[in-house]
């Protein structure tokens, strides 16, 4: 595992800022049944992904259209209504929901970037083989090039980066900010059950969101996150400012493993916790 590194990257000054609000909520979802049943909960980010072929495999773009479509027209709105039980919910829970697409890894991303529907708030491509500065610019700057105008590329750090063949976390946190991106998505490339916050330890976790905070980068985390880790935050990352603006999961929310199928009991209870 990698040891806590420190972070020696040139970071912009404080400012103040407004006190951090609640933090969102991201579900990884793999069809159109469970983004509706995602959509049910509450849930801030629907991240379309394929989870049985990796951390950021994507689905078809035939599935990104149909979401995207449940989102811009409720089934309500629709000739035949909702078209499962379990889509039961509001046309403001649905417009309240930003879509997300994983594009896989490097050069599969840049293949599928002009299929992103516009509709999309954000598409994550993983920075897997690109184990230098210019290699990963290079990466955002394809992606970025064929990506519709209206989505936002959102920076991908792996904790388990040796395992990906990438840079550290807080290379690429510093490199996002440097490069004008918004938001940093700190994920594991392994599912092995292994947390971000296990690879990472928990100081070197602090350290990753104080760099946020001070770049200004939103960031969320991911990687194996339990329900117990966010309950749990406040001893994590002690500096409020400093905590996740966003979880995102899907190993935790799923029958079984990541590669089932949501669970309606799980996912009531992190929506007891984040709602
Ligand atoms: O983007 C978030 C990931 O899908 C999280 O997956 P995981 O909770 O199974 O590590």
Same mark, same amino acid.
């Given at each position: 595992?990698?040891?806590?590194?420190?972070?020696?990257?040139?970071?912009?000054?404080?400012? !103040?800022?407004?006190?951090?609000?609640?933090?969102?909520?991201?579900?990884?979802?793999?069809? &159109?049944?469970?983004?509706?049943?995602?959509?049910?909960?509450?849930?801030?980010?629907?991240? &379309?992904?394929?989870?049985?072929?990796?951390?950021?495999?994507?689905?078809?773009?035939?599935?990104?259209?149909?979401?995207?479509?449940?989102?811009?027209?409720?089934?309500?709105?629709?000739?035949?209504?909702?078209?499962?039980?379990?889509?039961?919910? =509001?046309?403001?829970?649905?417009?309240?929901?930003?879509?997300?697409?994983?594009?896989?890894?490097?050069? /599969?991303?840049?293949?599928?970037? +002009?299929?992103?529907?516009?509709?999309?708030?954000?598409?994550?491509?993983?920075?897997?083989?690109?184990?230098?500065?210019? /290699?990963?610019?290079?990466?955002?700057?394809?992606?970025?090039?064929?990506?519709?105008?209206?989505?936002?590329?959102?920076?991908?750090?792996?904790?388990?980066?040796?395992?990906?063949?990438?840079?550290?976390?807080?290379? *690429?946190?510093?490199? !996002?900010?440097?490069?004008?991106?918004?938001?940093?998505?700190?994920?594991?490339?392994?599912?092995?059950?292994?947390?971000?916050?296990?690879?990472?330890?928990?100081?070197?976790? =602090?350290?990753?969101?104080? &760099?946020?905070?001070?770049?200004?980068?939103?960031? =969320? &985390?991911?990687?194996? *996150?339990?329900?117990?880790?966010?309950?749990?935050?406040?001893?994590?990352?002690?500096?409020? +400012?400093?905590?996740?603006?966003?979880?995102?999961?899907?190993?935790?929310?799923? +029958?079984?493993?990541?590669?089932?199928?949501?669970?309606?009991?799980?996912?009531?209870?992190?929506?007891?916790?984040?709602?």
């Amino acid at each position: 595992m990698p040891t806590n590194a420190p972070c020696d990257e040139p970071v912009a000054a404080p400012e !103040a800022r407004p006190e951090k609000s609640k933090p969102q909520w991201l579900v990884s979802v793999r069809n &159109l049944a469970e983004a509706e049943l995602a959509v049910r909960f509450g849930v801030d980010i629907l991240d &379309l992904k394929e989870p049985r072929r990796g951390p950021l495999a994507p689905v078809s773009a035939e599935v990104w259209h149909q979401v995207a479509d449940l989102v811009a027209r409720p089934p309500s709105h629709r000739d035949g209504g909702p078209q499962s039980s379990a889509a039961v919910f =509001s046309a403001a829970q649905l417009s309240a929901a930003q879509l997300s697409a994983a594009l896989g890894e490097s050069a /599969q991303a840049v293949a599928l970037a +002009d299929r992103v529907p516009p509709r999309f708030a954000f598409a994550k491509a993983g920075p897997s083989g690109c184990e230098s500065e210019s /290699q990963l610019r290079g990466l955002w700057d394809a992606v970025r090039e064929r990506m519709p105008a209206e989505v936002e590329l959102v920076a991908v750090a792996y904790a388990d980066h040796r395992a990906a063949g990438c840079m550290e976390a807080e290379r *690429i946190m510093a490199l !996002a900010a440097q490069g004008g991106f918004r938001r940093v998505l700190l994920d594991t490339f392994e599912k092995n059950g292994c947390s971000a916050i296990e690879v990472l330890g928990q100081t070197r976790l =602090s350290q990753l969101g104080r &760099l946020a905070h001070r770049q200004h980068l939103w960031w =969320s &985390l991911a990687g194996s *996150i339990t329900l117990g880790h966010v309950q749990r935050v406040a001893e994590l990352v002690p500096e409020r +400012d400093d905590r996740p603006d966003c979880y995102a999961v899907r190993g935790a929310v799923c +029958d079984g493993d990541r590669t089932g199928a949501l669970c309606e009991a799980k996912m009531r209870q992190w929506q007891r916790t984040l709602r």
